[in-house]
């Protein structure tokens, strides 16, 4: 599986951005989906996760209400719907998939390269 995340950059606390995650190689339906973000000098962390069939989406607790992962399987696509950025959002964020879904870095068995995200105060 081969993923490449887009829709990085830079924004001011407060903005809006939304990034998404083209898939191929398979079929976007039979994997689980999410997404990982590493700032400078810390653990790459779990942000959002989504199953097969969208039915229940699971997120960190510093995303939560601020945050929207999505996906559309028709356009092997994923999503990440960021509203309300903070300073502490700034990281490289990562599409990911895997055949079980997770929010276990080290259960993850495709990452994409990241997208940088970069909130300004």
């Known amino acids: 599986v081969q993923l490449q995340a887009s829709g990085g950059g830079l924004v001011q606390a407060g903005g809006s951005l939304r990034l998404s995650c083209a898939a191929s190689?398979?079929?976007?339906?039979?994997?689980?989906m999410g997404w990982f973000r590493q700032a400078p000098g810390k653990e790459r962390e779990f942000v959002a996760r989504?199953?097969?069939?969208?039915?229940?989406?699971v997120y960190a607790n510093s995303v939560k209400g601020r945050f929207t992962i999505s996906r559309d399987n028709a356009k092997n696509t994923l999503y990440l719907q960021m509203n309300s950025l903070k300073p502490e959002d700034t990281a490289v964020y990562y599409c990911?998939?895997?055949?079980?879904?997770?929010?276990?870095?080290?259960?993850?068995?495709?990452w994409g390269k990241g997208t940088q995200v970069t909130v300004s105060s």
């Open positions: 990911a998939a895997s055949t079980f879904i997770t929010s276990q870095v080290d259960g993850i068995d495709w």
């Open positions: 989504i199953p097969r069939y969208a039915t229940n989406t």
């Open positions: 190689g398979r079929t976007l339906s039979s994997l689980g």
